[in-house]
């Protein structure tokens, strides 16, 4: 007898028959005599449209509204799951983040999980019985209902597979694993076998949508074996495991890509100690996250800083740097330019010299010019015009014959 953990995303539970499809393949596995807890998400759109829905009301909601707003998509298909599945004949009950035991810090909307005491989960489990768990939800250290931030179920699941020893946590996705690349982009995407939970981390916070980039963190600070695979087919999928497991490394194991951020240049800033110190605590202050920054050499006592950061955040930003320009001496900011972000993953690139070299390689090849690079230790981005985002990711991904 084993103890897995199945998540399911809003695709997968996005109307009755969805749901029905999901309790059979619970019921299968439960039937099989394993122990089966599951983590579901919000039906379809439910959450974007809660969210509409507020701001129909509110450009601003309360943060604490909007938690209970938004935990509100989640309960809904923990119980219509339970009950397809007690339909199907067994027996199964639905919990709330709270009841299960999930203990979050205070910070609406992107709270941290601290602590889980699932001791109804396993009753239930130890009952024989299916347990769900409403994803993307917890309760904080004030009693007030929380939320993980979006995708959050993930972050559920892993951090329930932790707390629960659970041998495996399956992420089922309308997707059949972890490509090399988006297949929509890259016809000829090759499914992932396995990932090391690093690569998959720099994969997920780099754009590849499959899974919550806090989530991965949370598998591999616990060490849990995560399989993301298909809720429609019951082929394997892409297992998320240590490095070591791996023993066939590629150097490279993918090419994600990020349409979601803008480039700002503050020109002509005077390059004295302090300056870049004075502009991102402003942004800080405003809680908008920066991405990658760039400060040219100096020319004369002045020097351009160029950074990116998400479109969204761009209404808020703009009457900041605009005083921050004026305030620090700068000649002023350039408009914000739409901007695209492709970035190639491979642990490989630790001991393999000149991966670097290729990549800028095969931009230029497509005369894609590059307008900033960051790296860590196992990841190379280029910021790119957004227009040539997509030629951009092909162009990476055939130049290290990632395609199957
Ligand atoms: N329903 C939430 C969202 O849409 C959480 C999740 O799907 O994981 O972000
Ligand atoms: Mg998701």
């Not at 983040?97 to 909307?109: E, N, R, Y």
């Not at 095969?362 to 010019?369: K, M, P």
Request: glycine letters at 8%.
């Amino acid at each position: 007898m084993a103890l897995y953990v199945q998540k399911f995303g809003g695709t997968s539970v996005g109307s009755a028959e969805r749901i029905k499809n999901v309790a059979r393949r619970v019921v299968e596995t439960a039937e099989a005599g394993h122990q089966v807890c599951v983590v579901v998400s919000a039906m379809g759109k439910t959450t974007d449209e809660l969210i509409d829905l507020a701001h129909e009301l509110s450009p601003d909601p309360s943060r604490r509204e909007m938690d209970m707003l938004l935990t509100a998509g989640e309960r809904i298909s923990m119980a219509l799951l339970s009950i397809a599945i007690i339909e199907l004949g067994h027996d199964a009950v639905s919990f709330t983040g709270s009841q299960a035991g999930i203990l979050t810090d205070t910070v609406h909307g992107k709270a941290r999980i601290l602590e889980i005491t699932p001791t109804r989960v396993v009753e239930a489990l130890n009952d024989g019985k299916v347990a769900i768990v409403a994803g993307f939800q917890g309760v904080s250290t004030k009693k007030d209902v929380t939320t993980l931030g979006r995708g959050g179920s993930d972050a559920t699941a892993v951090a329930l597979a932790a707390a629960l020893k659970a041998d495996v946590c399956e992420v089922y996705t309308d997707v059949d694993g972890v490509y090399t690349s988006d297949p929509r982009i890259v016809p000829n995407a090759r499914k992932l076998a396995k990932i090391s939970f690093e690569e998959m981390l720099e994969l997920a916070s780099t754009g590849a949508g499959v899974m919550m980039s806090r989530s991965v963190e949370l598998g591999r600070n616990d060490g849990v074996r995560i399989h993301v695979r298909s809720s429609l087919k019951s082929t394997e999928g892409t297992w998320i495991v240590s490095e070591e497991e791996i023993v066939e490394k590629p150097i490279i194991a993918g090419v994600s890509h990020d349409a979601s951020e803008s480039k700002i240049t503050l020109s002509r800033v005077p390059d004295q100690p302090g300056i870049a110190a004075r502009v991102f605590r402003a942004l800080a202050d405003a809680e908008i996250n920066v991405d990658m920054i760039v400060q040219n050499s100096s020319q004369d006592g002045k020097t351009d800083i160029s950074f990116t950061m998400p479109d969204i955040e761009m209404v808020k930003a703009d009457p900041i740097l605009d005083a921050l320009s004026a305030e620090i001496g700068a000649e002023g900011v350039r408009s914000a330019e739409p901007v695209g972000k492709v970035s190639l993953v491979g642990a490989g690139m630790r001991t393999h010299p000149g991966v670097a070299a290729d990549m800028f390689d095969a931009l230029s090849a497509a005369g894609i010019n590059i307008a900033i690079i960051s790296t860590s230790p196992i990841r190379i981005s280029c910021v790119v015009a957004r227009e040539q985002l997509h030629d951009a990711v092909r162009a990476v991904h055939d130049k290290f014959q990632l395609g199957g």
